[in-house]
């Protein structure tokens, strides 16, 4: 299996664009999570999903951000309008039900650079 | 979910077994104990996890106290590659899945030749 698949793995913008980040699960997990790192932050939970459902969605920071999952293969994560303090990697990471309890993959991460 | 306790950075001879501790002496009685690392800039990776017996497996060992309040990852003979950020993270498992991973800053771990 080629892993958890993370499109742009990078992206430089300018304030006020938006900007969608894409993910594909490893096949067969049934649950998706992403998170951001920051160097002041550290890496934080931002939404999962179980099942293409989101579960529980309470780090995302505001109303800029959403995430769906139309289908068990893949997900995006939308900022609009995006603003340089969004400026982050962007990691996506998946597990399955079957796989050891804990056990997380996760993407390469998206860096994003917002001007 | 528990909080944990990590030094922030730990040097570690190459070929020499790396001890790095953490303490989580809140941990409850449902809570399991998960070590995760991330080498630089990639995204982090699985190492172990366990409940209350010590776990083994091919990249590391665990080791928790009897009272759970603490555990010690154990890299037996680390090389250079093992050089990363190590996290310790205390949470519940909800039946083969944990939405709830936090991470804290974890341990700079720097191998050294």
């Known amino acids: 299996d080629a892993g958890v698949i993370q499109s742009p793995r990078h992206e430089v913008t300018e304030m006020g664009q938006e900007v969608t980040l894409r993910c594909k699960p490893i096949?067969?997990?049934?649950?998706l999570f992403w998170y951001r790192q920051t160097m002041m932050r550290g890496l934080e939970l931002l939404i999962y999903?179980?099942?293409?459902?989101?579960?529980?969605d309470s780090g995302m920071p505001e109303d800029r951000f959403s995430a769906k999952m139309p289908n068990a293969s893949f997900s995006t994560l939308k900022i609009q309008p995006s603003e340089p303090r969004d400026s982050a990697v962007y990691f996506c990471?998946?597990?399955?039900?079957?796989?050891?309890?804990?056990?997380?993959?996760f993407g390469e991460g998206s860096r994003l650079t917002v001007l | 979910d528990a909080k944990t306790t990590q030094p922030p950075s730990m040097d570690c001879a190459e070929g020499r077994a790396a001890n790095l501790p953490c303490n989580h002496s809140?941990?409850?009685?449902?809570?399991?104990v998960y070590w995760y690392r991330q080498i630089h800039s990639q995204g982090p990776q699985y190492i172990i996890h366990?409940?209350?017996n010590n776990e083994t497996n091919e990249m590391a060992s665990l080791i928790i106290t009897e009272d759970r309040k603490s555990s010690t990852l154990i890299l037996p003979h680390a090389t250079l590659r093992d050089t990363a950020v190590y996290y310790c993270?205390?949470?519940?498992?909800?039946?083969?899945?944990?939405?709830?991973?936090?991470f804290g800053k974890g341990t700079k771990l720097s191998v050294k030749p």
């Open positions: 096949s067969g997990h049934d649950y």
């Open positions: 809140t941990i409850s009685g449902n809570e399991y």
């Open positions: 990471a998946s597990m399955g039900w079957l796989e050891k309890s804990g056990e997380l993959f």
């Open positions: 999903f179980n099942n293409n459902v989101p579960i529980d």
């Open positions: 993270i205390v949470s519940r498992n909800y039946g083969g899945s944990q939405g709830n991973l936090i």
């Open positions: 366990g409940l209350k």
